[in-house]
């Protein structure tokens, strides 16, 4: 048997070592298709319900996750540790018109993803010991966003529909990809306090993601409800300190033909610490941020840390 067939043959002992296990573990990642969302949790919190004044923005965001699914049995023997890594750099144009519709500035955002994903596990069986890992560098999924936002004093709110658009690379045949090649609905809503002379802001983000049918695998994800909060103390200089928390929670069965391990439900929720710094070069106002999150609570997905370094800037 020549060396190439050999190691397809072990990979292939390895995938179905995934499936086999998953099916009969909870603590295994197996809701949503690659247990993954088409909104990263966390991607909001801070200014949550805030739209700016009329204007051209950009904000570049390097999202990072690393996760892991517990030890599972396969047929009494072998033992999985699944891992993934994901790191994607999520560039986003936002225009805010001064016209104002129903009291409140209307705005449109774009967002195009570049990134890497990497599925990497290990299994054993009797004495053997084999090591996988699978990995996609690729343009992710475009996500497209009309939004409206009203100033009512010291609270701000936001209204907005986000729709996620199949257009990176997918392959059917790939353990792991950067795309998820669904179509995804996701109406919004966000709420800010930022109180001026305290410098206090308190805020949150609250959306019900619709998910529809991947075609290339008929396997149509169940429906979640996402939170993100935020508590933030702010400084004249610039500084801004706080605590951030997500949640993901799904709500619907994964169904469709595709889902051969049955019906499952995800949860996540995740807390950490955040801070950010002000800074006016020439005429441009830039934002810079970095926000850490570990995941306290999971079910049917990968547990782990979530980690965003980014900036936001005013043309």
Not at 33 to 42: L, Q, W
Not at 118 to 135: E, H, M
Not at 138 to 162: N, Q
């Amino acid at each position: 048997m020549t060396p190439m067939r050999l190691n397809n043959r072990r990979f292939a002992l390895f995938a179905a070592v995934i499936l086999s296990s998953v099916s009969s573990l909870p603590s295994v990642t197996v809701a949503d298709e690659g247990a993954i969302s088409t909104r990263p949790p966390g991607v909001q919190g801070p200014m949550g319900g805030f739209l700016p004044p009329p204007g051209f923005y950009g904000q570049e965001s390097l999202y990072i996750y690393q996760g892991k699914a517990d030890a599972a049995p396969f047929e009494g023997k072998a033992q999985l540790n699944v891992k993934l890594l994901m790191v994607v750099n999520l560039l986003q144009g936002t225009y805010v018109a001064s016209p104002e519709i129903l009291g409140g500035n209307i705005g449109f955002s774009a967002t195009i993803p570049v990134g890497y994903a990497r599925l990497k596990g290990d299994l054993g069986i009797g004495p053997f010991n084999f090591s996988n890992s699978r990995s996609d560098f690729d343009i992710g999924d475009f996500a497209l966003t009309p939004l409206i936002g009203w100033h009512l004093g010291d609270f701000h709110l936001t209204a907005s529909v986000t729709g996620t658009i199949p257009s990176g690379s997918y392959q059917k045949s790939n353990v792991v990809n950067v795309s998820l090649n669904r179509f995804a609905v996701d109406p919004t809503v966000g709420a800010t306090w930022f109180e001026p002379k305290s410098l206090i802001e308190l805020s949150a983000v609250a959306g019900y993601t619709v998910n529809f049918e991947n075609p290339a695998t008929h396997y149509d994800s169940g429906n979640s409800l996402h939170i993100d909060l935020a508590a933030i103390k702010h400084f004249e200089s610039g500084f801004a300190f706080g605590a951030v928390a997500y949640g993901e929670f799904q709500l619907t069965d994964d169904t469709g033909s595709g889902a051969t391990l049955g019906s499952f439900r995800g949860r996540a929720i995740g807390v950490g610490p955040m801070a950010s710094y002000n800074v006016a070069i020439g005429d441009v106002k830039f934002n810079g941020y970095v926000r850490y999150y570990h995941e306290v609570e999971t079910r049917n997905r990968f547990s782990g840390d979530t980690g965003f370094v980014g900036a936001s800037f005013k043309f």
